[in-house]
């Protein structure tokens, strides 16, 4: 039982190399780095063992000198992407502009590696340094704000769907060139033709009162849905 206790649950609980046997010749680092790449190129399912062995001209029994099994890589390169973000920046000025900053950087980075939602859907955020790092760091920006510490959890988890949803979008979104299969303009006036049949009168009065829709911007959207939620999650609310 004491043995169970004791043993490691996460890959970075263990050394990243053994006190006997040959120095290593590749690092975690490079490992997760190398299956990023493959993630990228082919999609999550293209990750394996055998596939990153041969990516990096080796056999797939020396990789687990380095991890002790797939999920193991997986929560690796979960972390290697939360890496990518800068927490270079001080904190300490405006807590609402920095938080948006850091989850703009976050949208993007999903963005980049359209799997990384997905893998964290399947198996749930193993939180490697980067990620405790990123945790830190938003909870140094939201520091000055108002709230718990509980309501300020809750906020960098809305911070982290609102960033995982946008990246999911601007994933799908249509390729520059393509036929524009997702037109706004024209989803509007779908929607406002819809809502003149009359059979709707909420709809259309809601429209009515909205005026022309601004220009589609996801960008702007994503920011303004931030600086509207994030306050008032953390102004009054349940403790």
Sequence with gaps: MADRETRPTTVWSRPERGARGPAPERSRTQIAAAALAL????????????????????????????????????????????????????????????????????????????????????????????????????????????????????AIGLLGGLAVLFARRESAATPAGAPAADDPAARAAHLAAVAAEGRHPHLLAALTAAGAPPPADRDALFVRLLRRLLPAMLGQGEP
Excluded: F
Aim: no cysteine.
């Design 39 to 154: 993630a990228d190129a082919e999609g999550l399912a293209a990750v394996s063992m055998r596939a990153l062995a041969q990516r990096l001209g080796t056999g797939p029994a020396s990789l687990y000198r380095y991890v002790g099994s797939r999920d193991e890589l997986l929560d690796l390169m979960a972390d290697a992407v939360a890496g990518e973000l800068d927490l270079s920046g001080a904190t300490g000025g405006d807590w609402l502009d920095d938080l948006v900053g850091l989850a703009l950087q976050s949208r993007d980075a999903h963005v980049r590696h359209p799997w990384l939602a997905d893998l964290n859907d399947r198996r749930g955020e193993v939180l490697g340094p980067h990620a405790i790092d990123y945790l830190d760091h938003a909870l140094g920006i939201l520091a000055p704000a108002p709230g718990t510490a509980g309501q300020k959890l809750e």
